[in-house]
């Protein structure tokens, strides 16, 4: 088992979000979360970073306990988290962010980055261009290879779709699809796009009021009255 989660609880001061949450994801396994919004999709994954502390509960990584660990902590473990609104940095080049992303490894960082584009080849020519200066659907790219510059054995994706055309939201599948089949990657993945989730997901975990109420799945998100109820969507 890669992650093990038991009646974790947090929130933002004295405003509790996840209200004993609980769940297991194993290693190369795509986890999809969905919910309405303000349920604490995101920050299920902020505290999984160790971005919000833990008031209650237990995670696990590996075997190791990591309720307490700061972030920076969780990232040498093998943690990855790629943020709603994808956070580059935009007054750098390309290369310079995927850089920034090898920062934990000791050297060999122009092998990894060499290694991490063969999977996103539309970056290749972008390499001196400021990341600023990307569209969304790149920027997005860009905040996923950046990621996976510091090879984590388990990713944390946050709505990766948001504002992306449908181009780079079929290429962003192909290239998941591509990463679990050739390098065992483990995914958490926290999206609305139905289609986009289905495509990836082998589990899809219901969250309402802060805690996992239910699990489907991938094929029964055309279920009009379980995506009304449940997720908040209309399809």
Do not use: W
């Amino acid at each position: 088992m890669m992650l093990d989660v038991r009646g974790l609880r947090t929130g933002y001061g004295r405003i509790p979000i996840l209200n004993g949450v609980s769940f297991t994801v194993n290693e190369g396994e795509f986890i999809g979360i969905l919910g309405h919004n303000g349920m604490g999709k995101t920050t299920l994954l902020k505290a999984l970073m160790g971005f919000l502390p833990a008031t209650g509960g237990r995670v696990q990584f590996a075997g190791d306990d990591m309720t307490a660990l700061e972030p920076y902590r969780r990232a040498r473990l093998g943690l990855g988290y790629v943020p709603q609104g994808r956070e580059i940095f935009p007054a750098l080049t390309v290369s310079d962010n995927l850089r920034m992303g090898c920062s934990k490894q000791g050297g060999g960082e122009l092998d990894t980055i060499a290694e991490v584009l063969e999977h996103f080849p539309r970056l290749k020519p972008l390499l001196e261009r400021l990341g600023g200066a990307l569209s969304g659907g790149e920027q997005q790219l860009l905040a996923m290879a950046r990621c996976l510059c510091g090879k984590p054995r388990l990713v944390l994706l946050d709505e990766p779709t948001e504002g992306i055309q449908p181009s780079i939201i079929d290429e962003i599948v192909e290239t998941l699809q591509r990463l679990r089949a050739s390098s065992g990657l483990t995914m958490i993945l926290v999206e609305q796009n139905l289609d986009f989730i289905a495509a990836l997901s082998q589990r899809i975990l219901i969250i309402q009021k802060g805690a996992i109420t239910r699990e489907v799945q991938p094929g029964n998100l055309g279920d009009p009255s379980l995506v009304g109820e449940f997720i908040g969507i209309t399809t």
